[in-house]
């Protein structure tokens, strides 16, 4: 469980109230160290309507550019639900621990976040291209 000084330290974030709910849902059925990560994160996130969710924000099927400043490795992703995770097609899924830590941030922001052996590293979104919108 992660300790009151590092959630105090992580930066705000934002979800769009659909999301958000679908996602909590998901992480509950889906036992994972992401997905505990996931709830954490829903739990300190400013839900808001989906029409009032920025299009910086990372959202679901946004294409998200990063850097691992630990590592200095620069990535361009896609964030999907597990089903849809392909990591040679450079998809991850929200329920992975990178991609719990990126949901809710917008470009600039940085989070120190753990990795899949417990390591803290930052991640800094350097840039996020909304997911499409439907059109009926």
């Known amino acids: 469980m992660q300790s009151l000084q590092a959630a105090v330290a992580r930066p705000p ?3 769009a109230e659909s999301e958000a709910d679908r996602l909590a849902v998901l992480a509950e059925q889906h036992p994972s160290v992401g997905a505990a990560l996931l709830l954490q994160e829903i739990e300190r996130a400013d839900i808001v309507p989906d029409e009032q969710a920025s299009d910086d924000v990372v959202r679901m099927h946004s294409i998200v ?14 964030l999907v639900y597990p089903r849809e995770a392909d990591i040679a097609a450079g998809k991850i899924s929200i329920t992975s621990p990178v991609g719990a830590g990126l949901i809710g941030l917008s470009v600039g922001q940085e989070i120190s976040w753990p990795d899949r052996e ?3 590293r930052p991640l800094r979104i350097l840039k996020v291209r909304a997911p499409a919108r439907l059109v009926f």
């Open 118 to 120: 417990g390591r803290e």
């Open 65 to 78: 550019e990063f850097v691992d400043e630990a590592r200095d490795v620069r990535r361009t992703v896609v």
């Open 13 to 15: 974030i934002v979800l």
